[in-house]
């Protein structure tokens, strides 16, 4: 896929909360006192802008992601796997490992231009002899081959001047949950097309026209702006796996894989990570993708 397709595509799953973190953070500038304000948005562009070219990439690994560095005996119990993938020139250069603390599962997450993360699940099972060193090294290579793509270069950035929205997004989400307490919320949430559409007619009969293709635009977004991120992830993810297949490490996390879920879902990753064309042209036959 090309660059330019890719980086449109990451574009619409981030710009609805980029868009919606610089209104918030503007609107609470305007709120508050100048002392306060100014150096809010002095230091904002100045960090984001230091992002942007790849500065505090490890700061901002520990402060968004809530990451630490491994310890010792976590470097230890991941250095077969991490000599591995030296001997294959998939690690990107300078690489960091992290551990998110309290994360379960085993799973890998890459940010930024060197750094990737691990959940502490992935090392105990590792130190524990549940998982091989070339599952591990797939797992590895699944976040490296996201790096390498360049899918994360611009992470930090990102999650930094989304944060606004990252904490607005956590409150709805936790308020539409508690669908027995707030039940109200969240049929208004879930019927929001009607609502919108009725406060579009009322502004356009109103007269406001610019004000009922803004509330047009925000309900037409609400709609495809999940969409468009989950598009991407699964862009991302097939990207990764065609990229942790050329390194011949495909079989391996698809073994892993298969121990944690065997879902319709994981089964097809285990196809493409595997890459059996007898199967694959089987599944196009009956019209599968």
């Known amino acids: 896929m090309q660059r330019r397709t890719l980086a449109r595509r990451k574009a619409l799953a981030v710009t609805p909360g980029l868009v919606a973190s610089t209104v918030f953070t503007w609107m609470i500038g305007l709120v508050l006192p100048g002392w306060l304000a100014l150096p809010l948005f002095v230091v904002g562009p100045l960090v984001l802008l230091i992002l942007v070219f790849g500065g505090l990439e490890g700061r901002a690994v520990r402060v968004l992601r809530g990451g630490r560095a491994v310890t010792p005996d976590e470097a230890a119990a991941v250095a077969p796997a991490v ?8 690690l990107p250069p300078d690489c960091r490992l992290y551990v998110i603390p309290g994360s379960t599962g085993w799973d890998t997450w890459g940010s930024g231009r060197r750094s990737i993360l691990m959940t502490e699940d992935l090392l105990w099972a590792t130190s ?6 070339r599952a ?21 950035a990102i999650e930094f001047w989304s944060l606004p929205w990252t904490v607005i997004r956590g409150v709805l989400d936790t308020m539409l949950s508690s669908t027995v307490t707030q039940p109200l919320v969240a049929f208004s949430w879930h019927a929001r097309f009607i609502v919108g559409s009725v406060a579009v007619a009322q502004t356009a009969l109103s007269g406001h026209y610019p004000m009922a293709v803004t509330i047009a635009a925000i309900v037409l977004v609400s709609y495809l702006a999940p969409w468009w991120r989950r598009r991407w992830c699964a862009i991302s993810e097939r990207l990764a796996d065609q990229y942790v ?4 490490l495909g079989s ?27 199967v694959s042209t089987r599944h196009r036959w009956m019209g599968k993708p």
């Open 83 to 90: 000599e591995l993938l030296h001997d294959l020139g998939v």
């Open 128 to 133: 524990r002899g549940a998982l091989d060193d």
């Open 136 to 156: 591990v090294a797939a797992f590895l290579a699944h976040s490296a081959g996201r790096v390498r793509h360049g899918l994360t270069r611009s992470d930090p």
């Open 245 to 248: 297949r050329a390194t011949g």
């Open 252 to 278: 391996d996390l698809g073994r892993a894989l298969t121990l944690l879920s065997r879902t319709p879902e994981t089964l097809r990753r285990v196809q493409r990570l595997t890459h059996d064309p007898t």
